[in-house]
């Protein structure tokens, strides 16, 4: 018998050319599947990932699935994958799933952090997850346009143009900005989220809080979507897939503000 | 004329063979020696350190100065010589230095860290400055121990035996220990340390708190020196040298935990 398996990962993007699976390059979704292999004495068991993140992305909390025979039970599983994958991917918790959970389809939300930080020079373990920017002049400006994305909006804007990409209307629950001396965390947990969409969001937020873009400027790529609009990609070291979400949580679950 | 250099250096020590600069491994010293030749048009400068951490231990603030001809001006050095290093090392600052200031020889006392962490699996980011050890059960054995550090003794039982390694007797200031829900940091506040030593304190501190070794016999260790004495070296990456001090602080210094 099979039985389907719900894993919890966490990842350090740097060394990695992302999630998915590609031939001759590192990625996580690769060093799992070849973990997987290697502790099931070589079944081509597919691991399939709640989001696809890009090369350099984070997580704290990827969610995967994958199918196992029921020989293998899923408690020793982190222990096991552990033991054999890179220190910079962690199985962080591997639970036995319906078999009609899918990670990415039975997905309700995902929260994504970006980070930043200014100062003369950045710690080398914080300057791991974080993009390096100066420091936003005008943080009511870009607070105002932080709290206008949530809601239900086209976010065409904020992606590029695709057109295997599908829907591009998206709801975000709840945005958070969290400052501290010399950092700032930009916290989105939405519905879901188009490709780059959460570092085209802090780009353009990020020009707004340093006076290269108006409010008005920003309000506009909302209110007239425009798949590929001129934005900077922020730093994909800023950005960490905080948590999947296959319930709905309170909002409240925003104001906990992780680092 | 040459100029003395003072420089704050920060690295994650996870790929180096630690400090000192060897053949055929990538040291600190190493790479901060070949950067300065690179950005002086190769002028061989050596480039001297407080201590000399041992592979895989970090450091976020390492103090070493350097001679260079005063047509370097020392502010355009974190810039210059950051632009060429592994993001892993960062020079946190430079500035001048009175021609006698000495990095190691001036001195006056070094704060280490030492961060453990427990629960299911880490996250790989914290991974990388924390060695993972069980729970310590017995706090109260650990903390009474830790304190029994404080003030001048032989911390013999705490180095290996090397007969290069001259005076054995140093002062702990102070010492702390700071938990949280599934970590503990243990800082030390000292006048200098024997190679090994903090490593080896807090492999014994962690035998206490394990149960494993009495808090009499882990008090015998300090009465009776023993050079080898057979004790644990805990894991490299739970080590991080957080400060140099050239001028002794209030020891109020110490209840600011850093992170």
Redesign the interface.
């Known amino acids: 018998m099979v039985r389907r398996i719900k894993l919890t990962i966490?990842?350090?993007g740097t060394p990695y050319h992302g999630w998915q699976r590609q031939p001759a390059q590192r990625t996580i979704q690769g060093e799992i599947e070849d973990a997987v292999a290697a502790v099931t004495g070589g079944l081509g068991v597919a691991v399939t990932g709640a989001g696809r993140t890009d090369a350099g992305v984070?997580a704290?909390g990827q969610v995967a699935h994958l199918d196992l025979p029921d020989s293998f039970p899923p408690e020793a599983l982190?222990r096991a994958l552990?033991a054999r994958l890179p220190?910079?991917?962690?199985?962080?918790?591997a639970v036995p799933a319906p078999p009609r959970f899918h990670a990415r389809f039975s997905a309700r939300g995902k929260r994504y952090a970006y980070r930043v930080g200014w100062g003369?020079?950045?710690?080398?373990?914080r300057?791991?997850?974080t993009a390096r920017m100066p420091e936003p002049a005008d943080r009511d400006a870009l607070e105002r346009c932080l709290q206008a994305l949530v809601g239900r909006h086209d976010m065409a804007s904020f992606s590029v143009p695709d057109p295997a990409q599908g829907p591009t209307v998206k709801t975000i629950f709840a945005a958070r900005a969290s400052w501290g001396r010399t950092t700032l965390q930009v916290d989105f947990f939405g519905s879901g989220f188009l490709r780059y969409q959460v570092r085209r969001m802090a780009g353009a937020l990020l020009e707004v809080g340093a006076g290269e873009r108006s409010a008005a400027d920003f309000m506009r790529l909302i209110e007239i979507p425009t798949p590929g609009a001129p934005l900077p990609t922020a730093p994909a070291r800023g950005l960490t897939l905080e948590r999947v979400f296959y319930r709905l949580p309170p909002l409240a679950a925003m104001s906990r503000a992780s680092s």
Chains 1, 2 share one sequence.
């Open positions: 966490a990842y350090l984070h704290r982190p552990n220190e910079t991917i962690r199985i962080m918790a003369p020079v950045p710690l080398p373990w300057a791991l997850r």
